[in-house]
């Protein structure tokens, strides 16, 4: 459930058989659900890639 003052939360899940929930909820009065969906697929494409997660190690 969205906030009073927010236009979208976000939600990572337990790590379950080696996979991980994300959940967006927006406020599609303020959030076009179509572009959503296309930032939580580049979120995903991310998540599967291993050189990201890397790159950010080697990056901190």
Partial sequence: MINQ????????GASEEGRISLTLSLDHRLI?????????????????????FQEEVRNV
């Fill in 5 to 12: 003052d927010d236009s979208s939360i976000a939600a990572i």
């Fill in 32 to 52: 076009n659900g179509y572009e959503a969906a296309l930032f939580m697929q580049r979120v995903k494409e991310l998540c599967l890639e291993e050189e990201f």
